[in-house]
Each structure stands twice: as structure tokens, then as C-alpha cells.
T-cell receptor
Framework: RKEVEQDPGPFNVPEGATVAFNCTYS??????FFWYRQDCRKEPKLLMS???SGNEDGRFTAQLNRASQYISLLIRDSKLSDSATYLC???????????FGSGTKLNVKP | NAGVTQTPKFQVLKTGQSMTLQCAQD?????MYWYRQDPGMGLRLIYY???????DKGEVPNGYNVSRLNKREFSLRLESAAPSQTSVYFC???????????FGPGTRLTVT
């Protein structure tokens, strides 16, 4: 069983739409959670960390549900520039082993 | 600051050949990582180094060796390349006190 699972998509949405992705993790001892963004053929870059209380950064909101073992990412007012693959990342135990989901692809259309 | 740099950017090997992928960071980070990314699989950790002088296996270490040459440099060696090692390899680094990993641009390796 994979440590982190994501719907690969693609999610095709018009500009201005709100879109949400979920990610589930299997290890209840997971400690830290992140969303990374990866553009085509580029390296991943941190989008935001996910805190227990939830957190917001502009148009992006991340939530953690420990009881159901999933994290979510909500993007409001989608822009063309939001088109990318979004990677869910979970850290277990010692902050040196990070497990990546396979990513959810988002296409924002004009 | 260059951040994390990787060489080479592209490489084609024949089965059985060996090579070393180089990675360097100029952010004075303690931890460094090697991942591979295959279609539909996400990034998988090959090896990591929590600090200079230490290395540990990740999820998929078989067929690879690493060296943490100094605080800046962390190399990945394929002793006898196999077609199953065709992948994109990313190096990353992280400061000890923060969780964000900074990635290099990747090395695209094809083994024929």
C-alpha cells in the first residue's frame, strides 16, 4: 500500500473556478504535511505547509484531517498560472523521510 | 546563490555502465536527499544524509551508492546501470530547523 495516495486527475477547470484536491496517507504516525507544486519537467517547489489548525495563503487553503488521515488543498479564483501538478508530501518519524504522492494535475483553461 | 545544482542535466548510459550524479548546495543546509521520479510513481527517496558524514537508505536504495563528500556535496553513484534505473533524479537539501526541501533541476537519465 502506498504511503500517500492522490487522484492523478487531470482536473480541467475554467479561470476563476474553485478547485479542491484531496490526498490520503496511510501511516497514523505521520507528523508533518506539505503541498508542493511541480511545473512540467521542472523541480518541485514548496507551495505550503499544512498545519493541524488549517492554514491559508492568499487563494490557497490547506486543511488536515488526522482522524480520517487526509489533507486537502483548495484553490479559489483559479489562474492560468495555477496549471501544474500538485504533490502531497508527508513526513514520518524523524523529519528525514518524506513520502510523496504521485501528484494531481491541474489544467486551468481560459 | 545558486541554490541546489546538479550535473549532468541529461545522460544516456548503456546497461552495465557506471556513473556518478553530482549535487551541490550553497545554502549551508545540513540534510541532503536523492530522489527518483518515474511516471505515475511520484518521487521516491533513494538515500538521504542528515548531516555531514552520515548517510541512510530511503525507500529504493538498491543499485545505488552515495557519498556525502562535505557539507555542500552529495553524490549518487550507479555502479552497473540497468534499464529499470531510467528516471529523473532530483537532489534536494533542507535546513535542520525547517521542513522545506529545496530541489535541484534534476538529471534525466536513460539506460538502454
Amino acid at each position: 500500500r502506498k504511503e500517500v495516495e492522490q487522484d492523478p486527475g487531470p482536473f480541467n477547470v475554467p479561470e476563476g473556478a474553485t478547485v479542491a484536491f484531496n490526498c490520503t496517507y496511510s501511516n497514523s504516525a505521520s507528523q508533518s504535511f506539505f503541498w508542493y507544486r511541480q511545473d512540467c519537467r521542472k523541480e518541485p517547489k514548496l507551495l505550503m505547509s499544512v498545519y493541524s489548525s488549517g492554514n491559508e495563503d492568499g487563494r490557497f487553503t490547506a486543511q488536515l484531517n488526522r482522524a480520517s488521515q487526509y489533507i486537502s488543498l483548495l484553490i479559489r479564483d483559479s489562474k492560468l498560472s495555477d496549471s501544474a501538478t500538485y504533490l502531497c508530501v508527508v513526513n514520518i518519524d524523524n523529519f528525514n523521510k518524506f513520502y510523496f504522492g504521485s501528484g494531481t494535475k491541474l489544467n486551468v483553461k481560459p | 546563490n545558486a541554490g541546489v545544482t546538479q550535473t549532468p542535466k541529461f545522460q544516456v548510459l548503456k546497461t552495465g555502465q557506471s556513473m556518478t550524479l553530482q549535487c551541490a548546495q550553497d545554502m549551508n543546509h545540513n540534510s541532503m536527499y536523492w530522489y527518483r521520479q518515474d511516471p505515475g510513481m511520484g518521487l521516491r527517496l533513494i538515500y538521504y544524509s542528515a548531516s555531514e558524514g552520515t548517510t541512510d537508505k530511503g525507500e529504493v536504495p538498491n543499485g545505488y551508492n552515495v557519498s556525502r563528500l562535505n557539507k555542500r556535496e552529495f553524490s549518487l553513484r550507479l555502479e552497473s546501470a540497468a534499464p529499470s534505473q531510467t528516471s529523473v533524479y532530483f537532489c534536494a537539501s533542507r535546513s535542520g530547523g525547517a521542513y522545506e526541501q529545496y530541489f535541484g533541476p534534476g538529471t534525466r537519465l536513460t539506460v538502454t
